[in-house]
């Protein structure tokens, strides 16, 4: 399995904006969809937003038109930018990923925390 290391979070208010980073150890290039997901306490993990290997995407109704996923291959990399953000965005952030016709990778980094308040 790739390892991946979340960053880019932190305090913002509302209306702001943040942008999430995941380095992963090698290469996804090959890697046929990555995902950001969110998790508050008590709360299971939810999907945020899934790009593929082509660039094809999809989000959560809640983000649609605020969230844009992208992903630089050249640098093992997969981004978030997170633009108007609520309150009810603060979570902590984790990517992942997986093969296709297979299930997203059992194992989860340590996320980033981001946090909407004023």
């Known amino acids: 399995q790739v390892q991946l290391v979340e960053s880019g979070g932190g305090l913002v208010q509302p209306g702001g904006s943040l942008r999430l980073s995941c380095a992963a150890s090698r290469s996804i290039f090959s890697i046929y969809r990555m995902g950001w997901f969110r998790q508050v306490p008590g709360k299971e993990r939810e999907m945020v937003a899934t790009?593929?290997?082509?660039?094809?995407?999809n989000y959560a109704d809640s983000v649609k038109g605020r969230f844009t996923i992208s992903r630089d291959n050249a640098k093992n990399t997969v981004y978030l930018q997170m633009n108007s953000l609520k309150p009810d965005a603060s979570a902590v952030y984790y990517c992942n990923g997986r093969n296709y016709d297979a299930n997203w990778w059992p194992s989860w980094g340590q996320g980033t925390q981001v946090t909407v308040s004023s």
């Open positions: 790009i593929s290997s082509g660039g094809g995407t």
